[in-house]
Structures are given as structure tokens and as C-alpha cells.
């Protein structure tokens, strides 16, 4: 089966939202072998984005969900003095991905809105608010 798609990669880009500052990130950089060296074509990468606007990570984690899916059965192979690691470059996908997903639904907690006017102030919670002053102080337990 051949294989279709485009492989590109200019590193002046990477400060720009798209394609390359995407392979960067992913660390799918060695363009000149095309399939043979790249996990993902431009146009998987594009098609991600395209499905994600406004939202660079689910992207990414689209990306890197179907890099670990297409590699999973991929084997590590040794003929003579060469050798190909399959597995730890699978293996550091899959670690990006799991850390990824874990971000992106943090991230997709949705908290109450309470008021547009204060939407955008820090909470005014801190560390040991709910601790007792006087119960430290008197041995007491606070509660009357």
C-alpha cells in the first residue's frame, strides 16, 4: 500500500500556530525520509488543526492519540549492526500523550461563572483560611 501525503518542516515557522510549530512540538521533525522517518503527513497535522481551531492541545492530543494507536504494533528489529527502537520512540509519545490528556481535562473542569465583573479576579482562597485562630491559641476547638 502506498503511501500518500506531504512532509515539510521549516523551523522558522515554530513561533507561528500551524504545521510546523505542531511538528516541533511533537518532535516529528526529520521530514527528508518522509514516511519512512515521519510519524504523521502534513496534512494529518493540518486536518487536526482544522478540527480543533482555537484549541492547540486537543489537537496535540489528537495527534499524539493516533501516533500511539498506528505504533502500538510497531516492534523493535535489529539486521546485523542496525537496529530500529520502535518502542522507546512510542513509548516517549505515549508518556507526552498521557501527560497531555491529564492537562486537557483539567483544564475542561468548568467552574460557575459568578458575575462577568469578577470572572477574571484570582479567588481569594489561600492556605489555612478555614484554620481556627483562638482554638490555637486557647487549646479550644472554636465551636460554642
Do not use: H
Amino acid at each position: 500500500m502506498a503511501k500518500g501525503g506531504t512532509y515539510n518542516y521549516d523551523p522558522g515557522k515554530i513561533t507561528e500556530d500551524g504545521m510546523d510549530r505542531m511538528r516541533f512540538e511533537l518532535g516529528d521533525t526529520m521530514v527528508e525520509g518522509g514516511p519512512d522517518t515521519c510519524a504523521l503527513t502534513d496534512e494529518e497535522i493540518c486536518a487536526a488543526l482544522a478540527m480543533y481551531p482555537k484549541r492547540w492541545k486537543r489537537a496535540k492530543l489528537a495527534l499524539l492519540e493516533s501516533i500511539c494507536r498506528r505504533f502500538a504494533y510497531e516492534v523493535d528489529t535489529k539486521e546485523g549492526p542496525l537496529s530500529f527502537n520502535f518502542y522507546d520512540r512510542a513509548k516517549l509519545w505515549r508518556e507526552d500523550y498521557e501527560a497531555l490528556k491529564a492537562e486537557v481535562e483539567e483544564e475542561n473542569i468548568s467552574l460557575p461563572n459568578f458575575g462577568n465583573s469578577r470572572a477574571k479576579k484570582p479567588p481569594y482562597f489561600y492556605t489555612g483560611m478555614m484554620q481556627n485562630q483562638r482554638a490555637g491559641r486557647a487549646g479550644r476547638s472554636g465551636i460554642r
